[in-house]
C-alpha cells in the first residue's frame, strides 16, 4: 500500500499537545451534540453548520488542508481535494481511503471522550481501550519500567500518527503515573446553504444517517460543485441554487469549477464583461438575458462544451478598458464566433486545468490603433504571410486559408482567438504577442520595420526565448535584431557538436552579462546598440576554436568597455562590475562587497578558471608561436588549468552506464580534466601545436563566463551551485545529452533530477530566463518550516525571480518611502471607508479592478464596521493597496491628501519629488518580471486579478500575478530604517523566509503567500530572522 | 581576496598562513590559503567478527595524509574527554587499569584482544553502551517520509524511538525527516521528549530528495565540533535529488560528518541505492545495513549506537601540503599484534572554501540556533 502523492497538498503538522490539551479553536462548539448540523451561534442565523469528526487540526492533517485554513475555508477545501486527489480513472486514491478511515478512527475515539470531550487516561487500566484503539501497545507491559508504546495495529497507529494524536504525551504521562487529557470534540464548520441542500443533491445512497462530510467524501461531482459556488459571491450562489437547484447544476460543474468564479450577479443581473452596453450581445451569445442570472450562468456554462463560460471568464479578468475594447460593436459576437469553432470537438472543461490561458493573455495584451482597430506590429500582408506559413491546427489552418483576401485587422484579431485554443510555443498568437511587447516598449516612434518582423517571425520557432531581451531593452533596434539573429543562426550551424555547444555558450553568456550591465544601467543607453552589435557581431562566421577565443574576447570587451570605459578588466574587475554600480555610501559599499563575494563564492565552488589566467595563458601562448614571450610564467597559469578535479566517483563507468544511461556524460567537463597544456609550453611546441593549444582554452573561457551568469542569479539558499561543481561546466547547450531535443534556444530545463547515477542535474538549452532554471533547481533546498508542508513548485521560482532578478540600486529615499506611504494611504482610505458610505462606494469599485468577486463582496462586508476592517486589513495584499491609493489618487486629486497623516505625507512628497515617487517609477522600480503574462522580462506591477493555474507554458501565470513581494519589503526597510540599497540584500534572503513559511493548501491559495510575507516581516522586525550583512548596515 | 579553510576541522586554530603566489595575465593573484587547522578523525577498529577494540593508544595509529606523515595532536576514545597528546600520556599511565574497567563497561582492551560477544554474533553489544562513550556525540536523525513509506511508517518510528532512547546519555539528537524537502523536525537538543515529539510528529507523503537532504543535513553538522554522525533511514530509492551522492559525499568526508544508513530495503532489491549506501557510508566512516524488517532496524539501530560509543577520535595539524585538491588520508595500526584489525575512518577530504557567514546561516538555522 502506498501513500498518495500530495504535491502541493502540504499535510500540516500539529504541535504536539501535551497531557492538558487546549480546545484547539475558539470558534469549536464543543459539540455535546451528535454530529449533525447546528445552527451557528449569534450574528450567523442564516449560516448552518456541520460537525467534523475529531479535532480540526487532526481533520486537517489528513484531509490535506493547510492548518492555517479558517473554518469557512474548510468544507471547500475538502470538496477541492477529495474531488482532485480522491480518485484516479475511476478508482479512490489512498488519499481517500485513509480519509475515510480516519473518520471512522475519529469516531471510534469520540466513544472514549467524556462529556466534556476529553479523552482521559489516568492510570494503565483506564488506558488500555484507548492504547488500543490508537493501534498501539506497551512494551513491557504498562506500569513497568522503561515501558513504551509501540505499534500493534499498523493500519490504525499510522491513523493515529498522521492525525498528530499525542502518543509521545501519553506515553510519558503513564510512565510518570501523572492524568493524561486530550480534547476530542467534534467540530462545527460552517456549511453552504443547508447540509441538506447537499446531501439530497447527491447520487450517492448510504443505509443510515448520512452527513455532509459523508456525503463529501464519496460523491465527486458534489464536491466539484461545492468548491465550486464556494469561489462565487454570495447573491450569485443563492442565484444557481434557487434557480432549479444543486442536483440540476452538477453537469455543470466543471465548467462553474474552471470558469465561474468571475461570474458575480448583483442585483438580480449577471455583471457582464463590457458593461451594460453589451449585455444585449451576451444575451444573443448566451440565449438568455442577464436580467434572468440563473438561466444566464446556466445556460453559459452548458453552451458549446463550456467555451462560452471560457470566454466569458477570460473576459472578465482583463481591466475595463480592454473589455471595452473587445466587446465593442460586433466584436463581442464575432470573436466569440471563431472562438467556438476552433474549439468545436473539444471540450473546455475536460483535464484538470482551465484551458482559456491564451485567451487571456492575449486579451490582456491586445494593443488598440488610436481608431479603435486591433495594433497590428508590420503590416496585415507580413501577417497574411506569418499565418500562411506557420504551422497551426487544421480548424485554425481552415480559418486563415482566406487569409490573402483580407483587409482589416480584425481578421488578423480573430484568426488569433481562434489560434489561442491550441497551446504552442510558436503559434502566431505567440509571434504576435512578442512582436507587440516589442513594439509596445519601443513606442510609436521605433516600431518594428515590416523587414524586421517579418525576420523574427521566421526564426521565432527556434529564437522566441531571446526576444524578450528586445521587449526589455527597447533601446535596440532593427540593425540590433537582425545582427542578433545571424549570430545566432551562424553559430546554431557549427557542424561540430562541441565547437557548436562552446560558441553558443559563449554568445548566451556574454549576451546574459550585457543584460545584467545594461539592466543596472551601467550600460548607457546610448551605446546600446554599439555594444550590443559588438557582443554578437564576432560570433558570425566563427567555427574554429582560436578564432571563438577571439571572438569571446571580444565580445567581452565591448560589453566592458560600454559599461565601464576600459574594455580589459581583471576579473576581479568584472566581478566588481556585475555585483552592481559603484557605490559611495557605507550601506551603498556593504552591500556592493557582499554581492560581488557571492559572486566569488560560487565561482570558486564551480572551480572555474579565472579569466586572468585564460587570457594570460592565451596572450602567452600567442607570444610564444611568434617567437617571443616567456614560457616560465605560463607554467603556473598552465597547472591551474589542472587544479580541477572530478568529483570522486562512486560508481564506475560500467554502472553509470547501467545505471543512467541517457543521463549526459560529461564529455564537456573530461576533455578539460585531461587538458594538460604544460607539456606544450615546456617543450615548446611548434606554432601549430601551440595554436591548438590556445584552441583548447576556448571551453575554459565558456565556463567562466557561464558560471558568471549562473553566480549572477544565484537564488538564496542555494546549495547546486555550491556543492555540484560540475553544475556550471554540465550545462548542454547543444541538446547533445537528450535524443532528438530541438529546443536548444529555449528556457532551459532542469533535467537529470532523481537519477542517482547519473552525476547530479543539469541545464539543458539555453540562457535564457536562466534565473527562472536556477531557482528551479534550487528551491527544493529551502526547508519548509511547517512540518508536511512542501515547497510550492508553481509558484517558487516566480517569487525567487522577482527577488533575484531586479535589483534597487538607484531608488532614492523618497521613493522607498513612497513606497510605504502609498500602501499606508491605501489603508487609510479604507479604514475610512467604514465611516464613508461615498467613499466605500469609491473604494470597492477600484478595488473591482484587480479583486475576484467572492473577495470583493468580503471586503465590502468588513468595510461596515471599523473593528471588521481593521481585523481584515491583513487580508488585503499590498498590491491592492498601492493601487488603491495610486488609482485614488488619479481619480480624485482633489481629496489626495485629505484620508489621514500618509495620505498627506505622500501628497507633500509627491509634489517634491514628483518623478521619484511616481507611480510609473515605483512600478518599475519594485514590480516584478512578466514574462509570460507580458512577454517582457522588465519589471512592473500590471495590475492584474489572481490567476487560476493553468497548464504548460502558462504555468508561470499562477507566479506573475503575484505582485505585492518587493512593494511589501519596500516598506518594511522604510519602516524599519535601512536605506534603499539594502534591499538588494534583504529582499533575496526576506523572501527565502517567505517561501519556508508558505502554508498553502492548493495551487491557487494566494492568502497563504500573504500569510508568509506577513509572518516573515513580523519575524524580522523583531530580530528573529538575522542576516548579518543588513544587520551591519542596520548598526552603521 | 579568496580564503579556504578545512571545514569541519576546529576553528580558531588556525596554524599557519602561507601564500601561494600566482601570476597571472593581470599580475600576482590575491588568493590566500589558509594552511589549516586541524583534521579530525573518528576511526573504528574491530577484530575479523565486527567486535571493537578498545583501550589503543595514541602511538598504535599511524596516520598520514597524502603519504606525508602526520603527528598526531589529540586523541580521544569514546566519549572520553578529548585530550591533547600530553594529557594522553598522563592517561596511559593509568591504562594499567584494567580495560574493560567500570569506567568503560566492560569494553575490552587490545592488550587483553579479546572481543565482545554479540546476542547474535555480529559485534553488536546486548546491552546500551555506557554514559561516558556516548557522551560528546551530535547525532542527526534523518527520517524518510516520503510514499515509499507507508507500509513501515509506524514500525520504522518504533525503531527510531527506540534508538533515541537508547542514546539517553549522548550529547545531542536533532531529528529530522525528508521527502521532496527537508523538514528540521527538532533541531539538535538534549531533551528527548523534544526528539520523540519530532518523531511521532512526521506525516508521510510525496517525493524522495535523499541525497539533497542529506546534504543540507551535513551542512548544519558541519558547523558542530566533535564527533558528529547522521544516521539515515531510507525505505527507497531518491527520484527527486539534483545533487548527486558523490558530492555529498565528499562534503561528510570534508566536515568530518560520519553517516550511516540503514535501508529498509534489501541490497538486491535496489542495486543503485545499496551501491551508494555502501561506499557512501564507508567513505565517511560509517556503515550501511540493509534490513528486512522492523527487527532488523533495531538491530541496526543497536549496531550504530555500539559503533559511535566506541570511536576513537584523533587530530592532527597537516604538514605543508601543495595539494589543493583530494587528499587522502590513511590510518593504519602500528605493531605486528594490531595489523590483524581493521580501521574504519573516512578516507580522505577535499579542501572547502569557507562558506560566507550569511549563506551558512542561511542554510543552517537548526545548527545555528544550537551550535553546540
Known amino acids: ?101 480516519y473518520v471512522q478512527f475519529a469516531q471510534d475515539l469520540r466513544q472514549l471522550a467524556d462529556a466534556q470531550n476529553a479523552i482521559h487516561a489516568d492510570n494503565c487500566e483506564q488506558a488500555a481501550k484507548l492504547v488500543e484503539v490508537l493501534g498501539y501497545q506497551f512494551d513491557p507491559a504498562c506500569g513497568e519500567k522503561n515501558a513504551y508504546l509501540v505499534t500493534a495495529n499498523a493500519e490504525r497507529a499510522f491513523l493515529a500518527i498522521d492525525s498528530g494524536f499525542p502518543i509521545t504525551g501519553l506515553e510519558d504521562a503513564l510512565q510518570k503515573h501523572t492524568p493524561f487529557a486530550y480534547s ?204 500562411s506559413q506557420n504551422y497551426s491546427p487544421k480548424l485554425v489552418r481552415d480559418w486563415v486559408r482566406d487569409a490573402r483576401s483580407w483587409d482589416s485587422p480584425e481578421q488578423l484579431l480573430m484568426s488569433l482567438v481562434a489560434s489561442s485554443c491550441f497551446t504552442s510555443d510558436d503559434s502566431p498568437l505567440q509571434i504576435y504577442l512578442t512582436l507587440s511587447a516589442i513594439d509596445h516598449a519601443r513606442g510609436p516612434e521605433g516600431r518594428l520595420s515590416e523587414a524586421t518582423v517579418r525576420l523574427l517571425a521566421a526564426r521565432f520557432a527556434e529564437f522566441h526565448s531571446w526576444y524578450l531581451v528586445f521587449s526589455e531593452f527597447p533601446a535596440l533596434n532593427d540593425t540590433s535584431v537582425t545582427q542578433f539573429l545571424n549570430a545566432a543562426e551562424s553559430v546554431s550551424g557549427i557542424s561540430s557538436p562541441a565547437m557548436r555547444s562552446n560558441a553558443m555558450g559563449a554568445l548566451q553568456g556574454n549576451i546574459g552579462l550585457w543584460e545584467i550591465l545594461a539592466r543596472q544601467q551601467q550600460i548607457p543607453e546610448a551605446k546600446m546598440n554599439a555594444s550590443w552589435q559588438g557582443v554578437v557581431q564576432p560570433f558570425v562566421g566563427v567555427s574554429a576554436s582560436v578564432p571563438l577565443f577571439e571572438a569571446t574576447r571580444a565580445s567581452l570587451r565591448s560589453t566592458l568597455g560600454a559599461a565601464s570605459g576600459e574594455a580589459n578588466l581583471s576579473q576581479d574587475q568584472i566581478i566588481e562590475l556585475l555585483a552592481g554600480p559603484a557605490q559611495q555610501s557605507f550601506a551603498g559599499r556593504r552591500t556592493h562587497d557582499e554581492i560581488a563575494q557571492r559572486i566569488r563564492s560560487v565561482l570558486d565552488d564551480q572551480r572555474l578558471v579565472s579569466l586572468d589566467t585564460l587570457f594570460g595563458l592565451y596572450d602567452g601562448l600567442d607570444q610564444m608561436a611568434h617567437g617571443s614571450g616567456e614560457k616560465d610564467p605560463l607554467i603556473p597559469l598552465a597547472a591551474s588549468l589542472r587544479e580541477f578535479e572530478m568529483p570522486r566517483a562512486i560508481f564506475s563507468p560500467g554502472e553509470k552506464a547501467a545505471w543512467a544511461p541517457a543521463i549526459y556524460t560529461s564529455r564537456h567537463t573530461e576533455l578539460q580534466v585531461r587538458t594538460d597544456l604544460t607539456r606544450v609550453i615546456q617543450s615548446p611546441g611548434s606554432p601549430a601545436q601551440l595554436e591548438a593549444a590556445r584552441g583548447q582554452l576556448t571551453p575554459f573561457l565558456r565556463d567562466t563566463l557561464v558560471g558568471l551568469n549562473y553566480a549572477y542569479y544565484e537564488p538564496p539558499g542555494a546549495q547546486v551551485l555550491h556543492n555540484n561543481p560540475l553544475f556550471v561546466r554540465s550545462h548542454d547547450f547543444s541538446g547533445t545529452s537528450i535524443l532528438g ?79 510605504a506611504l502609498y500602501q499606508r494611504m491605501g489603508e487609510e482610505l479604507l479604514m475610512d471607508a467604514t465611516g464613508n458610505a461615498e467613499l466605500r462606494g469609491r473604494v470597492t469599485e477600484v478595488l473591482s479592478d484587480l479583486m475576484m468577486p467572492r473577495r470583493l463582496e468580503m471586503t465590502e462586508q468588513a468595510l461596515q464596521r471599523p473593528a471588521d476592517a481593521a481585523a481584515f486589513m491583513p487580508q488585503i495584499t499590498p498590491a491592492e493597496k498601492f493601487y488603491l491609493a495610486a488609482e485614488y489618487r488619479r481619480l480624485y486629486p482633489e481629496q489626495a491628501a485629505t484620508w489621514g497623516a500618509a495620505s498627506k505625507e ?63 519589503w519596500a516598506r518594511l526597510a522604510d519602516e524599519m530604517g535601512y536605506p534603499a540599497v539594502s534591499l538588494n540584500l534583504l529582499i533575496p534572503e526576506l523572501s527565502r523566509h517567505m517561501i519556508a513559511k508558505i502554508f498553502a493548501t492548493d495551487i491557487e491559495d494566494w492568502p497563504a503567500i500573504l500569510r508568509a510575507m506577513e509572518q516573515t516581516g513580523d519575524e524580522f522586525r523583531k530580530g528573529g530572522i538575522h542576516l548579518a550583512a543588513a544587520s551591519t548596515i542596520a548598526q552603521h | 581576496m579568496r580564503f579556504f579553510l578545512f571545514v569541519g576541522l576546529c576553528s ?88 574493560g574497567s567500570a569506567a568503560d563497561g566492560g569494553a575490552q582492551t587490545a592488550a587483553q584482544a579479546t572481543t565482545q560477544a554479540s546476542e547474535e554474533g555480529s559485534g553488536i553489544a546486548s546491552s546500551p553502551p555506557p554514559v561516558s562513550r556516548l557522551a560528546g556525540a551530535s547525532v542527526y536523525v534523518l527520517f524518510d517520509t516520503s510514499d515509499y513509506m507507508y507500509r513501515g511508517f509506524v514500525f520504522a518510528q518504533d525503531a527510531i524511538g527506540g534508538f533515541v532512547r537508547s542514546m539517553e546519555e549522548a550529547n545531542k539528537i536533532a531529528f529530522y525527516s525528508y521527502s521532496r524537502n527537508l523538514s528540521r523536525a527538532t533541531p539538535l537538543t538534549t531533551d528527548r521528549t523534544a526528539v520523540m515529539q519530532g518523531v511521532r510528529s512526521t506525516v508521510a507523503g510525496d517525493d524522495a530528495a535523499l541525497y539533497n537532504c542529506l546534504l543540507l543535513t551535513v551542512r548544519d553538522a ?151
Open chain 1, 1 to 101: 500500500m502506498k501513500l498518495p502523492r500530495r504535491p502541493w497538498t502540504p499535510i500540516p503538522a500539529f504541535l504536539f499537545c501535551l497531557s492538558v490539551c487546549i480546545p484547539a479553536h475558539a470558534w469549536s462548539s464543543g459539540g455535546t451534540g451528535p454530529d449533525g448540523d447546528v445552527a451557528h451561534g449569534a450574528g450567523s442565523a442564516a449560516m448552518q453548520m456541520v460537525s467534523i469528526p475529531g479535532p480540526l487540526r487532526s481533520f486537517m492533517r489528513m484531509a490535506g488542508i493547510s492548518q492555517e485554513a479558517t473554518p469557512e475555508e474548510m468544507l471547500p477545501l475538502l470538496a477541492r481535494n477529495v474531488s482532485l486527489h480522491g480518485y484516479q480513472v475511476g478508482s479512490e486514491t489512498e488519499y481517500l481511503v485513509l480519509l475515510r478511515r
Open chain 1, 184 to 387: 476530542f470534540p467534534a467540530t462545527q464548520v460552517p456549511v453552504l446553504f443547508r447540509s441538506q441542500d447537499w446531501t439530497s443533491a447527491s447520487i450517492w445512497r448510504h443505509k443510515g444517517d448520512m452527513t455532509l462530510v459523508d456525503v463529501m467524501l464519496h460523491d465527486q461531482e458534489l464536491d466539484r460543485l461545492y468548491w465550486a459556488l464556494s469561489k462565487n459571491d454570495e447573491e450569485t450562489r443563492l442565484v444557481l441554487r434557487q434557480s432549479r437547484g444543486l442536483k440540476s447544476l452538477l453537469p455543470l460543474a466543471p465548467a462553474l469549477e474552471f470558469y465561474g468564479s468571475q461570474v458575480s450577479v448583483r442585483a438580480g443581473r449577471v455583471l457582464v464583461p463590457g458593461g451594460p452596453d453589451t449585455e444585449k450581445g451576451w444575451e444573443e451569445l448566451v440565449g438568455a438575458s442577464p436580467n434572468s442570472p440563473g438561466e444566464f450562468i446556466e445556460h453559459m456554462c452548458a453552451r458549446d462544451h463550456g467555451w462560452l463560460a471560457a470566454y466569458f471568464d477570460a473576459l472578465s479578468r482583463v481591466s475595463r478598458e480592454q473589455q471595452v475594447h473587445l466587446t465593442s460593436g460586433s466584436r463581442l459576437k464575432q470573436l466569440y464566433d471563431v472562438y467556438r469553432r476552433a474549439g468545436n470537438g473539444f471540450s473546455a472543461t475536460r483535464g484538470v486545468f482551465p484551458r482559456n490561458a491564451d485567451l487571456l493573455v492575449l486579451f490582456n495584451r491586445m494593443q488598440w490603433q488610436p481608431d479603435g482597430s486591433p495594433y497590428i506590429p508590420g503590416s496585415l500582408n507580413e501577417w497574411k504571410e506569418i499565418l
Open chain 1, 741 to 819: 531535443y530541438g529546443q536548444v534556444w529555449d528556457t532551459p530545463t532542469l533535467v537529470g533530477i532523481g537519477v542517482t547515477a547519473g552525476g547530479g542535474a543539469y541545464l539543458i538549452g539555453s540562457l535564457a530566463n536562466l534565473p527562472y532554471a536556477l531557482a528551479t533547481a534550487e528551491e527544493d533546498f529551502i526547508a519548509p518550516e511547517n512540518v508536511q508542508a512542501l515547497i510550492w513548485q508553481a509558484a517558487g521560482p516566480a517569487l525567487l525571480v522577482d527577488a533575484i532578478e531586479p535589483r534597487w540600486w538607484d531608488v532614492s529615499p523618497a521613493e522607498l518611502h513612497a513606497a
Open chain 1, 906 to 968: 505622500l501628497d507633500d512628497v509627491a509634489r517634491s519629488n514628483p518623478s521619484e515617487v511616481s507611480v510609473a517609477r515605483l512600478s518599475k522600480d519594485f514590480g516584478v518580471p512578466h514574462p509570460t503574462l507580458e512577454q517582457t522580462n522588465a519589471c512592473a506591477i500590471v495590475n492584474v486579478k489572481p490567476l487560476p493555474a493553468f497548464s504548460g507554458e502558462d504555468y508561470g501565470l499562477v507566479g506573475e500575478s503575484w505582485e505585492s513581494s518587493n512593494l511589501y
Open chain 2, 12 to 99: 580558531g586554530l588556525v596554524a599557519a598562513v602561507a601564500s601561494l603566489p600566482a601570476m597571472t595575465a593581470q599580475g600576482p593573484s590575491s588568493r590566500i590559503f589558509v594552511n589549516v587547522v586541524l583534521v579530525q578523525l573518528n576511526v573504528a577498529v574491530t577484530d575479523h567478527n565486527g567486535s571493537y577494540i578498545t583501550g589503543l593508544r595514541p602511538e598504535n595509529f599511524a596516520v598520514s595524509e597524502d603519504k606525508i606523515p602526520e603527528k598526531i595532536a589529540s586523541f580521544e576514545e569514546g566519549g572520553a574527554p578529548e585530550g591533547s597528546i600530553r594529557d594522553a600520556e598522563m592517561a596511559k599511565k593509568s591504562v594499567a587499569a584494567p580495560a
Open chain 2, 222 to 372: 558541519a558547523q558542530l565540533r566533535g564527533r558528529k554522525a547522521i544516521v539515515v533511514f531510507s525505505n527507497g530509492p531518491d527520484n527527486a535529488s539534483s545533487v548527486p551522492p558523490e558530492d555529498v559525499e565528499e562534503l561528510a568526508q570534508s566536515t568530518g560528518t560520519i553517516i550511516y544508513i540503514i535501508s529498509t530495503r534489501l541490497a538486491h532489491d535496489e542495486p543503485v541505492s545499496s551501491a551508494v549506501f555502501e561506499r557512501m557510508s564507508k567513505g565517511t566512516g560509517g556503515k550501511a545495513y540493509f534490513a528486512k524488517d522492523w527487527r532488523d532496524e533495531s538491530t541496526a539501530f543497536a549496531s550504530i549506537r555500539e559503533d559511535l560509543a566506541h570511536l576513537y577520535t584523533i587530530s592532527y595539524y597537516p604538514k605543508l601540503n601543495p595539494n589543493r585538491g583530494w587528499r587522502t588520508i590513511s590510518v593504519k595500526l602500528v605493531g605486528k599484534e594490531l595489523e590483524k584489525y581493521r580501521v574504519r575512518t573516512r578516507d580522505g577530504y577535499r579542501l572547502q572554501e569557507q562558506v560566507p557567514a550569511t549563506t551558512q546561516a542561511a542554510d543552517g538555522e537548526a545548527a545555528a540556533a544550537d551550535p553546540h
